[in-house]
Structure formats: C-alpha cells, structure tokens
C-alpha cells in the first residue's frame, strides 16, 4: 500500500513543501497539470502526471515526457471531473492508505471547496486524505475513522476548528484542548460555528464522535 502525495496546480509555497517532503516518506507522488511547475522546482519526479495540460508549460511537459518511469495522463478540457479528482482517483487505484494533498487551497474558492468534498471521497473508501498548506491542514472525521489524536510536536497550527458537513455530528468528545465538548451533538441549521478557533491546551488531545462527518481544520493566522 502507498502514502501517495498529489501535487495540484494551485497555490504552493515551495519551501512550505520542502520541508514537508523531508517530514514525511511518499511512496507515489501524483503530478496535477500546472503542479507539474511546483514538482519540479521541488526536484522531485512523479510517477504520474495527470490533467487536461491547459495550465501547464509544454517545454516542461516535454521534459518529463522522455523519462522513465513516468506515466502521462491526458483528458480532454470538456470533462465531467477537475484534474485533482482524477488524480484522487488514481491514487485510490494505486492503493494508498494516505493521500496528502499540496496545492488544494488558497487560489479559486470553488476548486478548494471541491477539493475539501475529495476528503469525503476518500474517507468513504477508508482512505485517511488531508489537504495541506503553511496556513491550514484539513482532514475528515466519520464512519471509517471516528477520533484522532493530536500531539503539540507533530502540529505548527495554533487554532483547532471543528465544523459539521453532515446535518449531524453526534457524541463530539474532546479531551486536551482548551475548551471540552463530551457528548456534545453538533447540527448545522443550530450550533455550526460551535467548534471554531480552539486550541490545544495539553501536550495531547483526542476528538472522538459517534457518527457524522466533522472537518479537523487545524490553522494559522
């Protein structure tokens, strides 16, 4: 099984993504369009590269196109998915228990909405996915994965937020943060903003629930 990296076309901070490589081990890295600029000012070969190629600089793609070792997808424009689904997609086919994703947010809204419903996607298959940012990383509670534990050394976040994308979120329990829920049932159309800007209190906290589906937005201002 592979921890999979999916590099978008959208706004990446390279020295962000430096160290993030260093702190973490891919086994497959996954290529988006105009993420191809990003992956190699990182130095770092795909094994795929996927997209419809509107963003992405021909003479770069030409470069990669003569490597061993690397697969390139083509789409056409007029499709039914963005290129970041279709990426998902593959990463799923090749059996990744951990997908992160580097480029997801912060450039068109609808694009980083979209990228945060690929959190439910994956989730549903029983694939833990996080979009990553210097300024945010999100990740999903729900049937496949109920509770996760945070630790103050593994995290350069200082706000915690959690926020309902089911109509319900039932039995939300934190312990270790600065401000404890237990059993606390939260419902979009009464109490959606409840779980925004926490922070970690001790070295180590947990969130549990029962059922629902509960975005982990961990941030920085």
């Given at each position: 099984m592979n921890n999979t990296l999916i590099i978008t076309g959208?706004?990446?901070n390279i020295e962000f993504a430096k160290k993030y490589l260093n702190e973490n081990e891919f086994t497959k890295i996954i290529a988006v369009d105009g993420g191809l600029h990003a992956a190699d000012k990182l130095a770092v070969i795909p094994d795929y590269i996927v997209g419809d190629f509107d963003t992405v600089s021909p003479l770069l793609l030409y470069k990669y196109e003569n490597m061993e070792n690397v697969e390139i997808i083509r789409y056409r424009p007029e499709k039914d998915f963005t290129d970041t689904y279709i990426a998902m997609?593959?990463?799923?086919?090749?059996n990744s228990f951990s997908i992160h994703i580097l480029g997801g947010m912060g450039g068109r809204f609808d694009h980083t909405l979209a990228n945060i419903q690929l959190l439910q996607y994956a989730l549903h298959k029983g694939i833990e996915a996080v979009?990553?940012?210097p300024k945010n990383r999100v990740r999903l509670l729900g049937d496949k994965r109920r509770s996760i534990i945070l630790r103050r050394e593994e995290t350069p976040y200082k706000y915690i937020s959690l926020v309902p994308i089911s109509e319900s979120v039932k039995s939300v329990t934190t312990t270790g943060m600065k401000y404890n829920v237990k059993n606390f049932d939260f419902y979009i159309d009464k109490n959606i903003s409840m779980g925004v800007s926490n922070e970690l209190k001790n070295d180590e906290a947990e969130i549990?629930?029962?059922s629902g589906e509960l975005l982990l937005i961990e941030s920085n201002d």
């Open positions: 959208g706004t990446i997609q593959k990463a799923i086919e090749e979009l990553v940012s549990h629930i029962a």
